[in-house]
């Protein structure tokens, strides 16, 4: 819930493991459905989700980081669907992950975002989206291609740091900036 720091932290490690491990997850799930539709209107500075993504939670997710954009205004956006690589290398669900609807952050207020182990689609024309609260990125386990990190920079005008961790896809990637 949140408190005088005004953050909510989802963690999947939190709960007490079950057999089968997807029982925690649809527990999981469950949790955070009411834990958010409980939340009254209160603008909070942080939402931080961490998760075993599976496909079947992709609507979960979706309403999470809508209620947390929307509803609660959140000024920083923290998903992280990694646990480690053993975990995801034995897994079933090593190759479910979870695509970022990035036309979301339109209009919002989010400063900071920090991605792990997901897709990330981009629109067509990011610049039309004009994110300009966006100043901090930080991505870990994202395939971005060369021009997929040039459309990114173009449509955050106001972007000041960019993190990439193991991502993957770039070639010849060159930033120019103005600023």
């Known amino acids: 819930m949140v408190g005088p720091d005004r953050f909510l932290r989802f963690s999947y490690e939190h709960f007490p493991l079950?057999?089968?491990p997807s029982n925690n997850r649809?527990?999981?799930a469950e949790f955070g459905n009411r834990a958010l539709v409980l939340q009254p209107y209160h603008p909070i500075d942080l939402f931080s989700l961490s998760f075993i993504y599976h496909h079947r939670f992709g609507l979960?997710?979706?309403s999470w980081v809508c209620s947390t954009l929307t509803h609660l205004c959140a000024r920083e956006l923290h998903l992280d669907f990694f646990i480690d690589r053993e975990y995801h290398q034995t897994d079933e669900?090593?190759?479910h992950k979870y695509d970022f609807p990035f036309?979301?952050?339109r209009n919002g207020v989010v400063v900071v975002l920090?991605?792990?182990r997901l897709?990330?689609?981009l629109p067509g024309s990011m610049a039309a989206i004009g994110l300009v609260?966006?100043?901090s990125m930080y991505l870990d386990e994202v395939y971005m291609t060369d021009q997929n990190v040039t459309n990114l920079i173009c449509g955050c005008p106001n972007l000041e740091e960019l993190e990439l961790q193991h991502c993957w896809g770039m070639e010849k990637m060159k930033i120019h900036s103005k600023k």
């Open 103 to 105: 036309t979301i952050l």
């Open 114 to 116: 920090k991605l792990t």
């Open 93 to 95: 669900s090593f190759n």
């Open 133 to 135: 609260s966006l100043s």
């Open 18 to 20: 079950n057999d089968p």
């Open 119 to 121: 897709e990330l689609t």
């Open 60 to 62: 979960h997710v979706d």
């Open 26 to 28: 649809d527990f999981f």
